[in-house]
């Protein structure tokens, strides 16, 4: 039972691992550790680890990747009592499923994770919201 917690909870970072890659290259990069990025990404592209013990290995906190997509709009505090929050723009999915990423852009605004899937070197599908 502790396996399904375990996955559900790797799924649920994959789209913020993902979606970090963009500033997460370029932080590792940074601090000489590109490689053990670049290593890690491959591992979980092949299946032979998890996300969650990719960043265990890289030293980074759960908290910080999920820190890093921000909330879903209309999620949070903040909203008028009785308003329901309509999806405007687009949505930006993962390409083929694997995270499960749903992103709004809203008319104008800027493109989540620039468009791309950082994990999967590809764009991002774009559906109607």
Do not use: N
């Not at 601090?31 to 290995?57: F, P, S, Y």
């Amino acid at each position: 039972m502790g396996d399904t917690g375990d996955m559900d909870e790797d799924r649920a970072l994959r789209p913020a691992f993902c979606a970090a890659m963009a500033w997460l290259d370029d932080v590792m990069a940074a601090e000489g550790r590109g490689d053990a990025l670049r290593a890690a990404v491959q591992a979980v592209q092949a299946g032979t680890t998890t996300v969650q013990q990719a960043i265990a290995g890289l030293g980074i906190p759960p908290h910080v990747l999920t820190g890093a997509t921000g909330a879903t709009r209309g999620e949070g505090e903040g909203g008028a009592p009785g308003f329901v929050p309509h999806s405007a723009g687009e949505v930006y999915v993962c390409p083929d499923g694997w995270c499960g990423l749903k992103d709004v852009r809203q008319p104008g605004g800027a493109l989540p994770a620039g468009g791309r899937c950082w994990l999967r070197d590809r764009p991002l599908r774009v559906l109607e919201a």
